[in-house]
């Protein structure tokens, strides 16, 4: 199976940065698309950035400029790269990865368990 364990969320200040990281393990032939979403308390969850294996990326508006999301396909794993947050960045943020298993002809998304991001005004 496959597993995603997210690290690097935590408390920051207005104006501060914060880097999210996420790694993939197990039985993984590759991935196509990483994605990190977040979800802030009563609200839907928001795709925040995501980037394939060519490493095309994209960002929602509020992320443009100030987030930057790089990927590393020998070591199956993406960063979240985060500056200049506000206090309306403060989410949950997960990472999802659509994944071929070796052996398998089709593919799946799998998500992270989520890392907290808390920006203080």
């Known amino acids: 199976q496959v597993q995603l364990v997210e690290s690097g969320g935590g408390l920051v200040q207005t104006g501060g940065s914060l880097g999210l990281a996420c790694q993939a393990s197990?039985?993984?032939?590759?991935?196509?698309?990483w994605t990190w979403y977040r979800q802030a308390p009563g609200k839907g969850r928001e795709l925040v950035a995501f980037?394939?294996?060519?490493?095309?990326?994209s960002y929602a508006d509020s992320a443009k400029g100030r987030f930057t999301i790089s990927g590393d396909n020998a070591k199956n794993m993406v960063s979240l790269q985060m500056n200049s947050l506000k206090p309306d960045d403060t989410a949950v943020y997960y990472c999802?990865?659509?994944?071929?298993?070796?052996?398998?002809?089709?593919?799946?998304?799998?998500w992270g368990q989520g890392t907290q991001v808390t920006v203080s005004s």
């Open positions: 999802e990865a659509e994944i071929r298993l070796s052996g398998e002809q089709t593919d799946a998304n799998y």
């Open positions: 980037i394939t294996k060519t490493g095309v990326t």
């Open positions: 197990g039985n993984i032939f590759i991935i196509y698309k």
